[in-house]
């Protein structure tokens, strides 16, 4: 049926839909689960404890259903954390040509933990060590590499994650060809190779989260503000951990000095999914449930998949067709105004006062593309509709109109995040969290603008982008305009900010111009 050769289902058809998803989200959307969250499962099949139902396209029931996906419990993960050294600093993971010196895992099932340094070596080693944190870890000596490659293997079958830094490109890829070397036969690691040449180590048991893809994915950058640019272990564990990695100096056999070099790394690995009672690991499902996407995409995707799995899940909460790329042909013809600069759209453009000013405020509008995309039912479905009735609904600066008789399904879904956003930022001024939920979803909402105006998102549509901008740029001006007739001077304008000049002679004070103009 999948095939896509000449006698491919596919091929005899003259148009196909929802044939792009994965087969594992088709049966996920399909039985109505959500990832990370509890099922019911018998002999009738796997139901979810929680359910979706609706009258339509409503948006109410999905903030309902949102706020309840963010209120199951956050399990703490059975886990070992994995990091591998091998002799001379041996660097391609492919060849593998040099044996592995030692392997460091640290269990953790939330209540126990057990910490390990595995090596092979015949000369005299102390038994065990004190890490920096004062605690033991065991040294386990093998006689062979290939034993202590089979006990690495045995350990990692029998725990459900195992979390690495770097080990898709590294420390299991080189496990992986290092076993084939030794013929080793029953090895639990699946490599696979995408068309981008990118590897990724998959577990036969067990969920393998490379703590690196993460960060470098730049969704979690509003949650730790100041991580430099190069996400090395050493940098993100002095910013997030306030310490970092050991010095390092190339080994040819296995000694106390490249195992508590080993060790210090499998712990800060560890320490960055598990301090501030796991906050990572909590967004990190939170994200999983809000996406419905498995953990190892969500670890390894960009925000434009992501959110591809995110609308097409809303689709089928409110049995919606998903569109194919070519119903958006025809509208994506509409005419835009020609952007300022270098840019694609018009965004606000206020020209700027240069000096130096004192008793300047910052008039700052909170989520303002997703307020306008929520309140003014922006949607790629609502862009120039038929309706006579809707004609008049004009866009700033745009020929055409938004339709004002049916919600657009991005609209309500973006709405809803906003608001379910609210509440638990509300909350999260009592309860710490309510405050990771409220840092979740605003996550969400910071890259779903970038999204939707990317030409690779599956549901891109110009006219739709632009028209977000258009009204965005009509709020700032306007807001320029009204802070004017009240006396102020506006110096400088953001996306989504202006800076005014507070004078003698206001007519309001700035606190009662921004409840003013929120009104308004």
């Known amino acids: 049926f999948n095939s896509r050769t000449n006698q491919g289902l596919r091929t005899f058809l003259d148009r196909t839909w929802e044939d792009k998803i994965k087969y594992e989200y088709c049966l996920i959307y399909d039985l109505g689960l959500t990832h990370m969250t509890n099922v019911i499962s018998d002999f009738n099949g796997v139901t979810p404890t929680i359910k979706f139902s609706s009258n339509g396209l409503d948006g109410k029931a999905l903030e309902s259903f949102m706020i309840q996906l963010l209120n199951l419990s956050i399990f703490v993960p059975k886990s070992i954390t994995l990091d591998i050294e091998v002799k001379n600093s041996y660097l391609n993971a492919e060849e593998a040509k040099e044996e592995v010196a030692c392997c460091s895992l640290y ?32 040294i386990v000596l093998f006689e062979t590499e290939k034993q202590m490659i089979e006990y690495i293997f045995k350990q990692i079958d029998i725990t459900p994650f195992v979390f690495s830094f770097n080990g898709d490109s590294y420390d299991l890829l080189y496990l992986y060809h290092r076993a ?15 068309w981008s040449n990118k ?4 577990l036969r048991n067990s969920v393998h989260i490379d703590v690196v893809k993460i960060f470098r994915s730049r969704m979690f950058d509003y949650a730790y503000p100041g991580i430099a640019k190069d996400r090395s272990l050493d940098n993100l564990s002095k910013t997030i951990l306030k310490e970092g990695k050991m010095d390092y100096v190339p080994a040819e056999i296995f000694d106390i000095d490249l195992a508590q070099y080993c060790w210090n790394d499998s712990r800060l690995t560890h320490n960055l999914l598990s301090i501030d009672k796991w906050l990572l690991w909590t967004m990190v499902v939170y994200l999983c449930r809000l996406y419905n996407v498995s953990m190892m995409d969500l670890t390894r995707s960009t925000p ?23 119903y958006f042909e025809e509208k994506s013809r509409l005419p835009i105004p020609k952007p300022k600069g270098s840019g694609k759209f018009r965004a606000a453009y206020i020209d700027s006062r240069p000096g130096v000013y004192f008793d300047v405020y910052v008039l700052d509008y909170k989520s303002l593309y997703p307020t306008i995309i929520a309140t003014r039912n922006i949607s790629y479905e609502t862009i120039a509709c038929n ?13 055409w109109h938004i339709c004002r008789k049916n919600k ?24 710490e969290s309510a405050k990771t939920k409220a840092q979740t979803l605003k996550m969400c909402l910071l890259q779903l603008w970038g999204v939707i105006a990317s030409e690779y ?10 028209a977000i901008t258009g009204l965005s740029s009509d709020t700032i001006q306007n807001a320029d305009k009204v802070a004017t007739e009240f006396g102020y001077l506006n110096i400088y304008t953001h ?26």
């Open 180 to 194: 084939k070397i030794l013929d080793i036969k029953d090895i639990p690691i699946i490599v696979e190779s995408a």
């Open 457 to 466: 998102f599956e549901y891109y549509l110009l006219p739709q982008a632009s």
């Open 495 to 520: 996306t989504d900010s202006l800076f005014l000049k507070h004078n003698v002679n206001v007519k309001m004070n700035p606190k009662e111009l921004a409840e003013y103009l929120t009104k308004v």
């Open 387 to 399: 309706h006579e009735e809707c004609k008049s609904n004009i866009v700033p600066n745009h020929t």
């Open 304 to 326: 434009v998949p992501l959110s591809e799995r995110m609308f097409q899940y809303y689709h089928r909460l409110f049995n919606y067709l998903i569109p194919n790329k070519d």
């Open 199 to 202: 590897v990724t180590c998959k």
């Open 107 to 138: 269990y953790d099932d939330g209540s126990n933990q057990k910490r390990e340094i595995l090596g092979v070596t015949n000369f005299p080693i102390e038994e065990m060590f004190n890490d920096k944190e004062g605690n033991v870890i065991n």
């Open 408 to 431: 657009g399904i991005m609209s309500v879904c973006i709405g809803a995040i906003r608001n379910v956003r609210v509440v638990f930022r509300d909350l999260g001024k009592k309860d």
